[in-house]
């Protein structure tokens, strides 16, 4: 059964999302849709000049599963080292979501991690950002 | 061969005994209500049971081996294609091509016609509910020769709008293609006015019969169309098998698609000849037990009176569209149900339709969510997604209590 998916905490992100919004002036911000759903998550992050993420934000649209998620992940990685969100695996991030996810549920609830491994790629490399 | 046509009586409880898979509990011990046949259907025990005695009793391949496997299998192919002609009213056996399915049926008409033939400044009509399958191989074939797309514009409630055909019809239009069905909409599209008015300015049509030809009678003269394509996965048959049927002058116009064993008639070191129809269109080993199948399921279903089976799916729509309108919150897309076919997209204020399908396989209500490969139509109803009801022969009146049941469940879980 896949009912335990909307476990009370997925659903109070859901309606009641941490930092969901924008920042005034993000260091760096990118959006990503999963074009099978169009659930749609943006990111943008401020980071500090110790390379931590200082502050995130998420705007989005799309299910419970990928607007919790996007939500648990921003309270998460504030005030951790960009270096260590690089390490940062998927498995991590399910784990983070406390609920089975099937393969295919597993695309919504990896949506804003993607988002986050681009961001925090891009930041080493210093590529501009869109 | 085919059975008399329609003589048995349509009894849902009876139907629904043929189909295997409605008659055993899910993995996890669930019982199965159906309700994602336009996505594909299931199949019923005749259609597995000559699948299985192909690959048992005569498989080899066809129009090769001179052998008695090769004469048999070759006989039950082309057994099949007579079949599919009846059904669908074709003149002649060889326009029916066996291809893998719909969306290579289309993309064989838009390389080998419309690549061949389109030029700069001809004019190409679709319209947004079109599948990607119907919408993507023409838009390449534009962009690859230079014509230029139109698309006759929708109603707000989902149907063409014909009151505009004048304005995107016109002496540059070389090809109208357009679904006899939406498989989001559910519009039945008025495809014989279509055609006399595509010919009228010396175009082509060609019908998407994905969703359509499962659902009803199809005659391609009665209809007066060029092409008509389906697979054989949503009329009960295999996967793996569609139908390609064309005019002959047509088909015989076009280049062929694919190149390889089969299609030619001779091949010399810088050059190479096609076969007659259907070879030309039939590069390579085709999918050989697939096509049997795709016989056996048109014989299966032409086994009952079309019109009872049709009244039948109207009446599970019309009770869909009763109890869900019942429900605040539920918005259902696309046209009333003298428009429409047994499909019903909605969507419920406040859970978006990927938890909604989640949330119904909890009680084994299998319906689809998403875009249904068509993002310009999902784009035009300013929805992300939807969810997708769509009935079959087999499905119930109890299986339209059961949606209705697990919409208003999915609202108690997200405290709606
Ligand atoms: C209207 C329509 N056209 C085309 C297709 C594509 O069919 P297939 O995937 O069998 O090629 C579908 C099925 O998804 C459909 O519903």
């Given at each position: 059964m896949t009912e335990d998916i909307y476990q009370e905490h997925i659903l109070e992100h859901f309606e009641s999302p941490y930092h969901k919004g924008h920042l005034a002036h993000p260091t760096c911000c990118h959006r990503d849709k999963n074009p099978l759903c169009g659930d749609v998550i943006e990111l943008q992050l401020k980071i500090d000049a110790s390379d931590c993420v200082s502050e995130a934000y998420f705007d989005g649209k799309g299910c419970a599963i990928s607007q919790a998620a996007a939500s648990i992940l921003c309270e998460q990685i504030e005030g951790k080292p960009v270096a260590e969100l690089k390490d940062m695996q998927a498995q991590q991030m399910l784990d983070l979501l406390h609920v089975p996810l099937t393969a295919s549920r597993q695309k919504c609830g990896l949506l804003a991690f993607k988002v986050l491994k681009t961001l925090v790629y891009a930041h080493e490399t210093d590529e501009p950002q869109v | 061969m085919a059975t008399s046509v329609g003589t048995s009586k349509f009894e849902v409880a009876a139907v629904r005994n043929d189909f295997p898979i409605l008659n055993q509990p899910l993995p996890n011990g669930q019982t199965l209500v159906y309700l994602d046949t336009g996505a594909s259907a299931q199949k019923p025990l005749c259609v597995i049971e000559k699948l299985t005695e192909v690959l048992t009793h005569y498989y080899s391949n066809t129009h090769r081996g001179i052998h008695t496997l090769g004469d048999l299998v070759t006989t039950e192919v082309e057994g099949a294609r007579e079949t599919v002609r009846e059904f669908i009213g074709?003149?002649?056996?060889?326009?029916i091509i066996f291809t893998g399915g719909t969306t290579a049926s289309i993309n064989a008409v838009a390389y080998g016609w419309a690549r061949k033939f389109l030029k700069p400044g001809d004019e190409v009509l679709l319209n947004v509910m079109e599948h990607h399958a119907n919408f993507v191989p023409w838009q390449q074939a534009a962009i690859a020769t230079g014509a230029t797309l139109r698309f006759i514009p929708l109603t707000s409630d989902g149907q063409l709008d014909l009151t505009q055909l004048d304005t995107v019809l016109?002496?540059?239009?070389?090809f109208v293609a357009v679904t006899g069905m939406s498989n989001v909409l559910g519009t039945i599209n008025p495809i014989r006015e279509l055609a006399a008015k595509a010919h009228a300015k010396g175009a082509l049509i060609l019908v998407d019969g994905a969703q359509s030809v499962p659902h009803g009678p199809v005659n391609v003269r009665d209809l007066g169309i060029d092409f008509l394509v389906f697979s054989g996965h949503k009329i009960y048959g295999p996967s793996g098998i569609g139908i390609l049927w064309g005019k002959s002058k047509l088909l015989e116009a076009m280049d062929p698609f694919q190149f390889g064993g089969n299609m030619i008639r001779e091949v010399f070191l810088e050059s190479s000849t096609w076969a007659d129809l259907p070879g030309k269109f039939e590069a390579g080993t085709m999918p050989i037990a697939e096509a049997v199948g795709l016989g056996a399921a048109i014989q299966y279903i032409q086994q009952f009176d079309p019109q009872a089976v049709h009244a039948h799916e109207m009446e599970l729509t019309a009770k869909a569209f009763q109890l869900l309108q019942e429900i605040p919150g539920v918005t259902i897309y696309g046209p009333g149900l003298e428009h429409r076919g047994s499909i019903v997209s909605f969507t419920v204020e406040g859970v978006h339709p990927h938890d909604l399908a989640d949330l119904f396989n909890n009680r084994g209500v299998a319906i689809r969510a998403g875009h249904h490969c068509t993002m310009p139509l999902h784009e035009h109803l300013n929805q992300p997604a939807t969810a997708r009801a769509s009935f079959g022969m087999y499905n119930t009146l109890e299986e339209v209590d059961a949606l209705a049941e697990a919409i208003l469940y999915a609202k108690k879980v997200f405290r709606r």
């Open positions: - | 074709a003149p002649v056996v060889e326009e016109t002496d540059r239009t070389k």
